[in-house]
Structures are given as C-alpha cells and as structure tokens.
C-alpha cells in the first residue's frame, strides 16, 4: 500500500477497549457486527473509532492481516485484497456504483465483498481462513477515511449466499492472459498448486496493466 495510514486491531484483543470508548457493542461477536450496529455516519464512526488509536498502545496486526487476506487471492502479485477494496470505496464515495452490495472479492471466490452505505460507504470482508477471527482496518489516506472490518471464518457459506441471491459478481477479475501464464507458471511447480506465490507480502497499490476492476 502506497501512501496509506493503516491500523489493524484484532478483535480478541481489543473488544474490551473499543467497546469502552465507544460505549456500544459489548454483545458483538467481531468488528463486523459491532461497526454494523453503531448510529453514526462513516465519517463521523471513523473518528470515533480512532479515539481507540490515539489512546492506546494496541498491538498493531496489519502484517499478519494483510498476508492472510492476500492468501485468498488468485494472485496478489500487483494489488493486494485489502487494496482492491479500497480503491471500490473511492468510487462509491465520489459518486459512482460497483456492479452489486454483495460480491466476491475476485474470480477465487474465497472472499465476499459486503459494501454498506452509513451516509458514506465502508466494506466489510468476509475471509475463508482455516480458523476464525476478526480485525479492524483504520485507513487515513488522501482520499477518505476508511474503516474496513473484516472476519476470518472456516465457512462463509451465508456470505457466499448473499452473493448468489445479488447475481454472483466478481469484485476484480484477472484478464485471460494473466490467469493463462499464471497457470502456466503453476504447471511447473509441482505440489505447490496456485498458491506457490500468495506468501509475498504485497505493500503497494498498483493499477497492474494486466488486471481489471469489475465496477
């Protein structure tokens, strides 16, 4: 990510703080549900919930995050999950529409893309992981304040429903020729499959030439 200020709590961890700070969401089971169910407009919550950040010394989880979000990708070589996401944010808040509220992250499908509107759009993420968490994004960039919550499940099988019933959209599509040398290159890994390359941390936006937004 390029010329982004990013933060990441984890939700085991921080739960007791930002419920206290924000007086809210003691029966919330991750970020998703406790953002979801605060009455505030996206950019009012956002400052509120960076009163966590300028108050506490939390243990920062964004590497960790990002390299488990990223895994789910068909490649993260150019752009990285958490970047495909904001740069959809970007357009919704400047005006402009993405094809549903509900979608994959990209032709993978281990990811779903939920987009809702607080007066301001913000996405929370739903991640096939092998074993179930949550965090927080707290992105202060040039363009928006942005806050991205997200949840790691063993089954996103509800997600993947949502997605069905608003058309089945894929959020970011890789173009012929990308996925034809990605498979190429995977043939010649063996045992590896395709996600010999998913472990290379990804900490820049790129437009990459070779892949398309499906907005």
Same mark, same amino acid.
């Given at each position: ?9 984890? $939700? ?12 809210? *969401? ?8 406790? /953002? ?16 966590? &950040? ?8 964004? @590497? ?18 958490? @970047?495909?996401? /904001? &740069? ?6 400047? *005006? *402009?529409?993405?094809?549903?509220? $509900? ?15 607080? &007066?301001? $759009? ?25 806050? /991205? ?5 063993? @089954? /996103? ?26 498979? *190429? ?31």
């Amino acid at each position: 990510m390029e010329n982004k200020n990013v933060v990441t709590y984890l $939700w085991s961890e921080s739960k007791s703080v930002f419920t206290a700070i924000l007086n809210r *969401g003691k029966r919330a089971n991750n970020f998703n549900e406790f /953002i979801f169910s605060y009455p505030l407009p996206k950019d009012k919550l956002f400052f509120e919930l960076m009163k966590v &950040r300028e108050n506490y010394k939390l243990n920062d989880a964004t @590497d960790v995050t990002l390299l488990t979000e990223d895994n789910v990708l068909f490649d993260s070589t150019n752009d990285s999950a958490i @970047d495909i996401v /904001i &740069r959809h944010l970007h357009t919704l808040n400047a *005006g *402009g529409k993405v094809q549903s509220m $509900w979608c994959y992250l990209d032709s993978d499908k281990k990811a779903v893309v939920h987009f809702i509107n607080k &007066r301001g $759009w913000y996405a929370e993420v739903f991640f096939l992981c092998n074993e179930d968490f949550s965090a927080l994004h707290l992105i202060d960039d040039p363009e928006n304040k942005i806050f /991205i919550p997200v949840v790691f499940k063993k @089954d /996103i099988s509800q997600e993947v429903k949502m997605v069905s019933i608003s058309g089945g959209k894929v959020l970011y599509q890789y173009l012929p020729r990308v996925t034809m040398e990605f498979l *190429g290159k995977n043939s010649t890994k063996k045992g590896k499959g395709k996600n010999f390359s998913k472990n290379k941390k990804v900490t820049h936006y790129q437009q990459g030439r070779d892949k398309q937004d499906h907005l």
